[in-house]
């Protein structure tokens, strides 16, 4: 068994330091008010039994008020009296500091809250290490002197959870959509180089992951491009290659037709488009940025975005190669094709590519055969989106999302057009359903009442998000301010304007719907009653944003929180504060949003149709997934599936496995086991457990990821069910 230490470093469970610290307090008492040596032992052992019964690592924390409990329970007050006041003192010690021990774990690489805090982070690099080292700084420096001090303690209480404390000393925003096209066409800085419009495709596809790494190093989020904003620099290459060909060739042959010259300026620049999308695909996965990481960024691929038939055709060239090279895979460094995390896909189906007889169906049919691969592209469904996402006007919109999920809302400029790219999000505050519901002890008064409350309390902490934005210089990323990946505002300008009017969003969150549902009326999403509560649920929290919206003229958006390591934070508060509850607080984390519990028996068809419901009330972000087994040999399984996305739910995904083993070479679906009391990954054929020799992929919050994950998230992970 193991325990979590205060600076985050994971040691063996070792009763005897329990002996000795109730030793040490039961010394320092009357002879008369001691206990016996058999009762001290006593309580350590029955503090063992608990700690194994919890399933987790538990923290120090957490142990010692089990201490304290147990030596209530013997009636030895004056001994707890003396426990509880060394404990009071050292915490007055550990306050003067709040940060040391954790940064010189960070170093020493032992800090096992940190390692399994990002899946997509390293934190024996340099650069990682750095990040979460300035991560703490700010982090302590939110919580001592930026934030009201009841919204830290009900952050660390798991009440809410204040997202990104380790950017919000910095005037960051989350996540946004890269007007990419402006960029492009217009001409950016990066640098302080100027950068003038390509004047190929090639070049197009290099510039567009320049742009991708500075804005990574500017935000704390993901970020969006369009595959439609390169598309154009298609016909340019097309054309000056149709110069040099038809210069070539006739300087051969006087009467080249021209249908050669055509054929083979084809030719050359299909072998330009690979050689671009290869640049975008490589340079995302390499680069490191800033914070450490390869950039959040997702691709977006919508045919009914190209402005013309001509351009419609050549985007779909290129979505055609992007899917094959994402097909294939890049290289580990063992020279094996292995699933990457990023550039997260994005399909959009549509009449043109959905039926058998639609003329871009064949992308469709690669797609599939992708996902089955690679998991990726998700899918956003035209049809749907269209109905969900309508502006003042009453039209629909169909667009990507910033990141993994985080969706903008309908927005006219001062024209009247609508405009999605060089948008943003502020920042995100999520509410723990869970606890409320417990709170409540199945009274739905007294469940409003707690409710009210904590909605007031996380429109504090989002006003605190504003707020800090506020003020916020162009001059501070002029890479997103100033050059043209959100605005293009002067230096010494700030972006007050665009913080209010809708043009930005800033998203409450919410999680645990499943099993704060089951808290109060004991049904699931699943059936009738549940699924009307929750729905009931969701419609409240509406009213709410469009109440603050109206009264602040700031876009807040409700948002279906990507749990990553908070589900893990908020399943273990749960326990501390009511215990063990079987189906709600058993487990080492709650679920994401409105999803369906991972453990519950249901087929991909119903899955999606009922969370369809949902999604359509969390319209600052959603996304439905279904778990599916190897589908590489069953592609018409898959494109069922997609066709269902495209009639049902606005935003999808499969969720397959792709692992590999470079012990023994073994190309399959790494598992997760239990091992003194710790959940671990293991290879099936040769037993392997070193992480660092394994490359598994897994989708854990909208994006894959490809470190590893805390217990909460492995145990989520370990315990979902097929749908198919």
Same mark, same amino acid.
């Given at each position: 068994?193991?325990?979590?230490?205060?600076?985050?470093?994971?040691?063996?469970?070792?009763?005897?330091?329990?002996?000795?610290?109730?030793?040490?307090?039961?010394?320092?008492?009357?002879?008369?008010?001691?206990?016996?040596?058999?009762?001290?032992?006593?309580?350590?052992?029955?503090?063992?039994?608990?700690?194994?019964?919890?399933?987790?690592?538990?923290?120090?924390?957490?142990?010692?008020?089990?201490?304290?409990?147990?030596?209530?329970?013997?009636?030895?007050?004056?001994?707890?009296?003396?426990?509880?006041?060394?404990?009071?003192?050292?915490?007055?010690?550990?306050?003067?500091?709040?940060?040391?021990?954790?940064?010189?774990?960070?170093?020493?690489?032992?800090?096992?809250?940190?390692?399994?805090?990002?899946?997509?982070?390293?934190?024996?690099?340099?650069?990682?290490?750095?990040?979460?080292?300035?991560?703490?700084?700010?982090?302590?420096?939110?919580?001592?002197?930026?934030?009201?001090?009841?919204?830290?303690?009900?952050?660390?209480?798991?009440?809410?959870?204040?997202?990104?404390?380790?950017?919000?000393?910095?005037?960051?925003?989350?996540?946004?959509?890269?007007?990419?096209?402006?960029?492009?066409?217009?001409?950016?800085?990066?640098?302080?180089?100027?950068?003038?419009?390509?004047?190929?495709?090639?070049?197009?596809?290099?510039?567009?992951?320049?742009?991708?790494?500075?804005?990574?190093?500017?935000?704390?989020?993901?970020?969006?491009?369009?595959?439609?904003?390169?598309?154009?620099?298609?016909?340019?290459?097309?054309?000056?290659?149709?110069?040099?060909?038809?210069?070539?060739?006739?300087?051969?042959?006087?009467?080249?037709?021209?249908?050669?010259?055509?054929?083979?300026?084809?030719?050359?620049?299909?072998?330009?488009?690979?050689?671009?999308?290869?640049?975008?695909?490589?340079?995302?996965?390499?680069?490191?940025?800033?914070?450490?990481?390869?950039?959040?960024?997702?691709?977006?691929?919508?045919?009914?975005?190209?402005?013309?038939?001509?351009?419609?055709?050549?985007?779909?060239?290129?979505?055609?190669?992007?899917?094959?090279?994402?097909?294939?895979?890049?290289?580990?460094?063992?020279?094996?094709?292995?699933?990457?995390?990023?550039?997260?896909?994005?399909?959009?189906?549509?009449?043109?590519?959905?039926?058998?007889?639609?003329?871009?169906?064949?992308?469709?049919?690669?797609?599939?055969?992708?996902?089955?691969?690679?998991?990726?592209?998700?899918?956003?469904?035209?049809?749907?989106?269209?109905?969900?996402?309508?502006?003042?006007?009453?039209?629909?919109?169909?667009?990507?999302?910033?990141?993994?999920?985080?969706?903008?809302?309908?927005?006219?400029?001062?024209?009247?057009?609508?405009?999605?790219?060089?948008?943003?999000?502020?920042?995100?505050?999520?509410?723990?359903?869970?606890?409320?519901?417990?709170?409540?002890?199945?009274?739905?008064?007294?469940?409003?009442?707690?409710?009210?409350?904590?909605?007031?309390?996380?429109?504090?902490?989002?006003?605190?998000?504003?707020?800090?934005?506020?003020?916020?210089?162009? +001059? $501070?990323?002029?890479? %997103?301010?100033?050059?043209?990946?959100?605005?293009? &505002? @002067?230096? #010494?300008?700030? !972006?007050?304007?665009?913080?209010?009017?809708?043009?930005?969003?800033?998203?409450?969150?919410?999680?645990?719907?499943?099993?704060?549902?089951?808290?109060?009326?004991?049904?699931?999403?699943?059936?009738?009653?549940?699924?009307?509560?929750?729905?009931?649920?969701?419609?409240?929290?509406?009213?709410?944003?469009?109440?603050?919206?109206?009264?602040?003229?700031?876009?807040?958006?409700?948002?279906?929180?990507?749990?990553?390591?908070?589900?893990?934070?908020?399943?273990?508060?749960?326990?501390?504060?009511?215990?063990?509850?079987?189906?709600?607080?058993?487990?080492?984390?709650?679920?994401?949003?409105?999803?369906?519990?991972?453990?519950?028996?249901? +087929? $991909?068809?119903?899955? %999606?149709?009922?969370?369809?419901?949902?999604?359509? &009330? @969390?319209? #600052?972000?959603? !996304?439905?997934?279904?778990?599916?087994?190897?589908?590489?040999?069953?592609?018409?399984?898959?494109?069922?599936?997609?066709?269902?996305?495209?009639?049902?739910?606005?935003?999808?995904?499969?969720?397959?496995?792709?692992?590999?083993?470079?012990?023994?070479?073994?190309?399959?679906?790494?598992?997760?086991?239990?091992?003194?009391?710790?959940?671990?990954?293991?290879?099936?054929?040769?037993?392997?457990?070193?992480?660092?020799?394994?490359?598994?992929?897994?989708?854990?919050?909208?994006?894959?990821?490809?470190?590893?994950?805390?217990?909460?998230?492995?145990?989520?992970?370990?315990?979902?069910?097929?749908?198919?």
């Amino acid at each position: 068994m193991k325990i979590i230490k205060r600076n985050g470093a994971e040691v063996t469970f070792d009763i005897n330091k329990i002996i000795i610290a109730i030793t040490k307090a039961n010394e320092s008492v009357v002879p008369s008010a001691r206990m016996t040596e058999i009762q001290i032992k006593r309580i350590a052992e029955d503090v063992e039994m608990a700690a194994l019964h919890m399933n987790r690592s538990l923290n120090v924390e957490e142990i010692q008020d089990m201490v304290e409990d147990q030596i209530m329970n013997q009636r030895a007050f004056e001994v707890a009296r003396r426990y509880i006041t060394y404990r009071y003192n050292r915490a007055l010690v550990r306050k003067a500091n709040t940060t040391d021990e954790q940064i010189l774990s960070l170093i020493e690489c032992n800090n096992e809250e940190v390692k399994q805090e990002n899946s997509n982070k390293n934190p024996t690099v340099n650069s990682v290490q750095r990040d979460y080292m300035a991560g703490e700084v700010s982090k302590d420096i939110t919580k001592r002197l930026l934030l009201p001090a009841d919204i830290v303690e009900a952050n660390e209480k798991g009440l809410i959870h204040f997202h990104d404390s380790d950017y919000f000393a910095q005037h960051m925003h989350n996540c946004d959509l890269v007007n990419l096209e402006d960029m492009l066409q217009n001409g950016t800085v990066i640098s302080g180089t100027m950068i003038e419009k390509p004047h190929s495709f090639s070049t197009a596809c290099n510039i567009a992951t320049q742009i991708i790494a500075q804005v990574a190093s500017c935000q704390y989020g993901g970020q969006s491009i369009s595959l439609t904003h390169l598309a154009p620099f298609v016909d340019i290459s097309r054309k000056k290659l149709r110069i040099n060909v038809e210069e070539e060739l006739r300087s051969i042959n006087p009467n080249v037709s021209e249908e050669d010259i055509d054929r083979i300026t084809e030719k050359r620049l299909l072998e330009e488009i690979r050689s671009g999308v290869q640049t975008i695909q490589y340079q995302v996965v390499t680069l490191m940025t800033t914070n450490g990481q390869a950039p959040f960024v997702t691709v977006f691929m919508y045919l009914n975005e190209a402005k013309n038939e001509r351009e419609k055709r050549d985007l779909a060239i290129i979505i055609e190669e992007t899917l094959k090279q994402r097909y294939k895979g890049v290289k580990n460094e063992k020279g094996v094709w292995v699933t990457p995390a990023f550039p997260k896909l994005i399909y959009v189906l549509e009449e043109d590519n959905i039926h058998e007889d639609s003329p871009y169906y064949y992308l469709t049919k690669l797609a599939a055969k992708c996902t089955a691969k690679r998991m990726v592209p998700d899918y956003i469904s035209e049809k749907i989106m269209l109905q969900n996402k309508i502006d003042k006007n009453g039209e629909g919109h169909c667009y990507t999302c910033m990141g993994c999920r985080s969706f903008l809302t309908p927005y006219l400029d001062e024209n009247g057009q609508p405009k999605y790219y060089g948008r943003f999000n502020q920042g995100v505050v999520t509410v723990n359903l869970v606890d409320i519901g417990l709170s409540a002890e199945g009274d739905m008064d007294r469940f409003w009442q707690i409710f009210d409350e904590r909605m007031e309390l996380c429109h504090r902490a989002l006003q605190c998000r504003h707020e800090r934005l506020t003020g916020t210089l162009s +001059d $501070a990323a002029p890479i %997103l301010w100033q050059h043209g990946a959100l605005l293009r &505002l @002067s230096k #010494g300008e700030t !972006i007050d304007k665009y913080l209010h009017g809708g043009y930005s969003t800033i998203s409450l969150g919410y999680a645990g719907l499943w099993e704060c549902v089951l808290s109060l009326n004991g049904k699931k999403l699943t059936e009738p009653d549940g699924e009307a509560l929750g729905l009931e649920i969701m419609k409240k929290l509406n009213e709410y944003t469009a109440k603050w919206k109206a009264e602040e003229c700031i876009d807040y958006s409700l948002y279906g929180t990507p749990l990553e390591s908070t589900t893990y934070k908020f399943a273990k508060c749960l326990q501390k504060r009511f215990g063990t509850i079987k189906g709600i607080t058993d487990k080492t984390y709650i679920t994401n949003s409105y999803h369906i519990h991972v453990t519950e028996e249901i +087929d $991909a068809f119903k899955k %999606l149709a009922l969370e369809s419901k949902f999604q359509a &009330l @969390s319209p #600052g972000g959603a !996304i439905s997934y279904v778990e599916v087994p190897d589908m590489q040999n069953n592609l018409d399984a898959v494109l069922s599936v997609m066709k269902f996305i495209y009639d049902n739910i606005m935003y999808a995904e499969l969720n397959t496995k792709s692992d590999y083993c470079q012990a023994c070479g073994f190309d399959g679906e790494i598992e997760v086991v239990e091992e003194e009391g710790k959940l671990v990954w293991k290879c099936p054929n040769c037993g392997n457990t070193d992480q660092s020799t394994m490359n598994v992929a897994r989708r854990t919050c909208g994006y894959i990821g490809t470190q590893y994950w805390n217990q909460g998230r492995t145990q989520e992970i370990k315990e979902r069910v097929l749908h198919l």
